[in-house]
């Protein structure tokens, strides 16, 4: 069917076109009678309308998927003609300056299939309100600028749902007739209803206590289903060290009684920032050492800091309108990045959060979902939660961080959370209060939130030995993205240093100073081109730049392989030494073809390699990311068109070369780094199992005997996940004989544990095999998969869309079409996650145009489907631009 002929176009919703709300809502008082297939929910809205809103103005109250039981104005039941209902909600007229509206609506959770509003997860009620989940549960003003104060009373059998759960604090509850009990929810902060929650069912929970720092105490809860209980230490851990941190860096302490985290399987997202009440997706709550990998305990511990902060960065001071969604996003992302780093290294955290950065962000910038960190206009609200919002946010307020210095940026901070506080407001007011603490003008820096795209540096660089200086000349340029032609100059900040020949840092003295200002500083390009000219340089020095990546741009040196030799050798920051590596790995694949890619050719990367294996003096884990070569994803940027078997038969071809010249290397490593003891997470431990890892994957690509027996030893002896897994991996993509019968032994091993599940179908997906299409279209059918659970359609779908090139863009289509088609189904029960998945369709124009044709065509069908979501249709309708 044709959509244009069967469905109006969605409605694009603009920044230019908002308005602040006529009515506000005081308070809300809810009544929920829990029950899986008929909720009634009773809300008491305390009304009273805006100063400048004409009498005559109805109230507006959005509602999706309601069944309207009662509609009552301070008591008396409402008639017909003071109201009117239509898909978007419910329009009230008449209405006096202030009153209670008693409204009553019924639901069905169990059918909820979207994740979007109240629903069931292995039997249990959960709610997810942002970004407009609120008005799946009862009609309401479902926007961030309307705060009130909730009260909750839930409502339930008490056999099946002992638990019962809102946000606040518990002031009543006890037992009703026919076998059911309630439970009072009181809420002392104002919030926009996105911040809403109610958790009920039958969990089990660890306790513990945070004392403030100025002596509070508060009560900590995580609940879950009662057979994960042993899987919960990590994650408490986690979220006392997060209340610390936020005390000691941003003096910002917890304000309730009680913190609550529940963790449930089926979730459309990571977590989300409830007051008082966090909802996490189980994969980044439960742990225990031998069904969690090293990644997956970091992951914890960065997504439980990152809701936490959220308590002040996104609830106590929250977004005006979904336009300024990075307010929370891009700021909460820099803190949790922060306490990562103070958390485990610092230099390990920045390249991990650098690659993310450029793999995924710079690729969505310079494409057709392109959009500002504010955008200014959207169809799906949900379509931007974006790497742009979260990561490339984080970027813009670390700038601010190097350009104000950590005692200005936090002078900003408290300043901001001083003047906002129970405010909703705009990434405007968060730049403003930064400019108003410090006196730095930041007039030309506001950009970043405007302008898409992302810049494009050019350095030229100038020594005079006579007048014993270096010139640099920096060059920017921003590319056009969809609706932005003409970029305007940023305000750039470039962190630099200068080194000797032999990697020594110099003094740096810009013309016209009196004196050196160290040996690290920061450049502020804010012009489209600029010069800085250094003065006391001895001899021709190697420039580095963008030290610890200050900004989120393309930086395009013409260093040579002896320069970049020598950074990777010696240059003290972390990013930039561990840059220089991939640069000469980079260039070797993308100026060879695969097969000149030898140990004649390899020789300097082999050399660098053998150093690094052997440097025991350097962080294990800052050694595996020197010797991880340039992730396909990566490599991508910078070919056109892209050949997704080329760049992966480049890689395996250098990967092979590096195995065969190191193999002593790596086997020498390997053995130094077997560990006996108790399993511990922390990162030198991590560490060590990345570096040790990384040599078995290395080891295996020679595909002998004693390389499949290594990682078969490994397999069996593992006492964690971490080492299981990456035995298992090693094995899957090798020919070993045995890859299918450890597969198999794996699932019956790990069966009953959902989210080791995922990780073998996630395996199956990636696997660098012929057949994995076929693998993964079978197992589509297998017991293991689920359409109806997120987690299983990434760890299989995704996985497979996004993260194995070869297998999903090979040259018959089969790959699109299988997707695409799974895209379709799963739009009609989970828009949000069929949106997610077509991500893997939107830079089509970037393949040779076979590929191209192939891709069209699955955005066609899925934008002009009969009733197809607004989520999907805004992602097709956009890439096909
Ligand atoms: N605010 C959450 C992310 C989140 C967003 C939307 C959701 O449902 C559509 C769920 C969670 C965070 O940043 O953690
Ligand atoms: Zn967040």
């Not at 008490?158 to 026919?178: C, Q, R, Y």
């Not at 995924?360 to 392109?370: I, L, V």
């Not at 940027?637 to 395996?652: C, S």
Request: glycine share 6%; net charge negative; proline share 6%.
């Amino acid at each position: 069917m044709d959509r244009k002929a069967s469905t109006p176009k969605p409605a694009t919703v603009y920044l230019k076109d908002y308005q602040p709300p006529a009515w506000q809502i005081e308070a809300v008082e809810l009544e929920f009678d829990l029950d899986p297939q008929a909720t009634r929910v009773r809300s008491r809205l305390q009304f009273r309308r805006a100063p400048e809103t004409g009498p005559d103005t109805p109230l507006h109250l959005d509602g999706e998927a309601l069944e309207l039981l009662g509609i009552a104005l301070d008591g008396e039941p409402l008639t017909a003609d003071r109201y009117r209902l239509d898909e978007a909600g419910l329009e009230v007229r008449g209405l006096p300056e202030t009153g209670v509206l008693e409204i009553e609506t019924r639901i069905n959770p169990s059918a909820n299939t979207e994740l979007s509003g109240l629903y069931t997860s292995s039997g249990n009620f959960c709610t997810q309100c942002e970004a407009e989940g609120f008005r799946r549960i009862t009609f309401y003003p479902d926007r961030p600028d309307v705060m009130a104060r909730f009260t909750t009373t839930l409502r339930a059998d008490k056999v099946a749902t002992p638990v019962l759960l809102s946000n606040g604090n518990p002031i009543a509850s006890g037992e009703l007739e026919d076998g059911r009990h309630y439970v009072t929810w009181q809420d002392p902060f104002p919030k926009p209803c996105y911040l809403f929650a109610l958790v009920a069912g039958d969990l089990g929970w660890i306790r513990d206590r945070f004392v403030t720092r100025s002596g509070r105490e508060v009560d900590l809860y995580i609940y879950v289903q009662k057979h994960n209980l042993d899987k919960c230490d990590h994650a408490m851990a986690s979220l006392k060290h997060a209340m610390r941190w936020d005390e000691e860096v941003y003096g910002r302490e917890y304000d309730l009684d009680r913190y609550m985290i529940v963790a449930v399987d089926d979730f459309n997202m990571g977590a989300m920032e409830n007051k008082g009440l966090n909802v996490f997706n189980s994969r980044y709550v439960l742990a225990r050492p031998d069904t969690a990998t090293d990644a997956d305990y970091q992951n914890i511990e960065s997504v439980i800091g990152h809701e936490y902060f959220h308590n002040w960065s996104g609830n106590r001071v929250t977004c005006r309108d979904w336009f300024q969604l990075s307010l929370k996003e891009g700021f909460t992302v820099f803190r949790d990045q922060e306490f990562s780093s103070d958390m485990n290294s610092r230099g390990v955290q920045r390249i991990g959060d650098v690659n993310i950065l450029r793999t995924h962000q710079f690729r969505e910038d310079a494409g057709p979902m392109a959009h500002p960190v504010k955008p200014d206009h959207y169809v799906a609200i949900d379509n931007f939660y974006t790497v742009t919002v979260y990561n490339k946010g984080a970027e813009v307020v670390r700038m601010l961080h190097t350009l104000l210095g950590t005692e200005g940026f936090r002078r900003g901070c408290d300043l901001y959370f001083e003047r906002h506080d129970g405010q909703a407001v705009t990434t405007d007011d968060f730049v403003n209060a930064m400019e108003a603490a410090t006196g730095v003008s930041l007039q030309q820096f506001r950009r970043w939130y405007d302008q898409a795209g992302t810049p494009e540096l050019e350095l030229e660089r100038h020594y005079d030995p006579q007048a014993r200086t270096c010139a640099l000349t920096l060059r920017q340029h921003c590319p056009p993205t969809p609706g932005q032609s003409d970029k305007q100059p940023f305000h750039i900040p470039v962190a630099m240093g200068l080194c000797d020949r032999e990697g020594r840092a110099l003094p740096l003295r810009l013309y016209g100073e009196a004196a050196a200002g160290g040996e690290s500083r920061v450049l502020e390009l804010c012009r489209e081109e600029e010069t800085f000219v250094f003065q006391d340089i001895p001899a021709e020095p190697v420039p580095v730049l963008l030290r610890g990546f200050s900004a989120p741009v393309k930086l395009a040196l013409d260093y040579t392989d002896a320069e970049l030799a020598l950074l990777s050798a010696h240059e003290r920051d972390p990013f930039c030494r561990w840059e220089a590596g991939q640069t000469l790995a980079r260039r070797l694949l993308l100026t060879h073809p695969p097969q000149a890619l030898d140990a004649d050719t390899a020789r300097p990367l082999i050399e660098a390699a053998r150093r690094t294996l052997a440097d025991t003096a350097l962080d294990p884990a800052l050694r595996a990311l020197a010797l991880t070569l340039p992730a396909e994803g990566y490599l991508a940027e910078f070919v056109d068109p892209i050949e997704p078997e080329q760049l992966h038969t480049a890689r395996q071809a250098l990967r092979l070369t590096l195995s065969r010249a190191l193999r002593p290397d790596l086997e020498a490593c390997y053995e130094q780094l077997t560990e006996t003891g108790a399993y511990s997470p922390d990162a030198a431990s991590a560490g060590r199992r990345r570096l040790r890892n990384l040599c078995l994957s290395y080891l295996i690509a020679c595909e002998d005997d004693s390389a499949y027996q290594l990682a078969l030893r490994q397999y069996e002896q593992a006492g964690n996940m971490t080492d299981s897994l990456a035995a298992l991996q090693a094995l899957v993509n090798s020919d070993c004989p045995q890859r299918e019968a450890v597969l198999e032994d794996f699932y019956s091993r790990w069966q009953q544990d959902t989210l080791v599940v995922d990780k073998w179908l996630s395996l199956q997906a990636t696997a660098d095999r012929a057949d994995t299409l076929e693998r993964v279209q079978a197992l589509t059918g297998h017991p293991a998969f689920s359409l109806t659970n997120p987690n299983k359609v990434y760890a299989l779908l995704r996985a497979f869309a996004q993260g194995n090139p070869v297998g999903f863009h090979q040259a018959s289509g089969a790959g699109y079409r299988f997707i695409g088609e799974q895209i379709r189904t799963l739009d009609g029960r989970n828009p949000q996650v069929a949106s997610r998945l077509a991500a893997a369709f939107t830079d089509w124009r970037r393949y040779n145009p076979t590929r191209q044709a192939g891709m069209r065509t699955e955005l066609e069908k899925m934008r002009d489907a009969g009733g197809v979501s607004r989520d999907l249709y805004e992602i097709a309708a956009r890439s096909l631009g």
